[in-house]
């Protein structure tokens, strides 16, 4: 199941939301900014052990903390790719953040989800691949493996709430 909503995503009270993290998952600005801040230091903590146990996450690749002080259970913080101009393998990467993000979530048991707009900030992913990438993959998720995790899509900006809306009232 897919939902759209428009807002920050560390209000939102689902199992776990997903954080646009970077490889160091030692914070930083935008969404990835607002999670540690909002969430407190018990999710830089854990970022910290997991940094000491396998050093950093992989562009595509996910981590599981504690959500802190946040509404939600969990953070999955995945890392998005840089855009390049598109010919780095960048909509693989950005589909495998999705997917193992996914994953992830049924391994955990995990029954809602909300989704940033991972990659559409600071790393420069045009908006418009990025949201059929993540639409696509998590269509084929719940077609292939489960359709047992409510899906949210949280938009920030309003650029991204509009591609996104124009999708999927075709669709839900
Ligand atoms: N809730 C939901 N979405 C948000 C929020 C929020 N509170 N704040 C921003 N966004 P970005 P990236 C949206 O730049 O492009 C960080 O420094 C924003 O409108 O946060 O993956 C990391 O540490 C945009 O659509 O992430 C990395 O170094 C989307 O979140 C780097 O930025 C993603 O924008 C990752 O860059």
Known sequence: ???LIKGD?????????????????????GVDGAIHKAGGL????????????QGSCKTGEVVLTTAGKLPAKFVIHTVGPVWRGGGNNEKSLLGNCYKNSLNLAFEKKIKSMAFPNISTGIYGFPKEAAMEIAINTVREFTEKKSDQIKVIFVCY?????????????GLI
């Open 9 to 29: 995503i560390t209000k939102i009270e689902v199992d776990a939301i997903v954080n646009a993290a970077n490889s160091s998952l030692l914070g930083g600005s």
């Open 42 to 53: 018990a999710i830089l903590e854990e970022c910290y052990a997991i940094r000491a146990k």
């Open 157 to 169: 900006d309003e650029e991204n709430y509009l591609l996104y809306k124009k999708v999927l009232d």
């Open 1 to 3: 199941m897919m939902e």
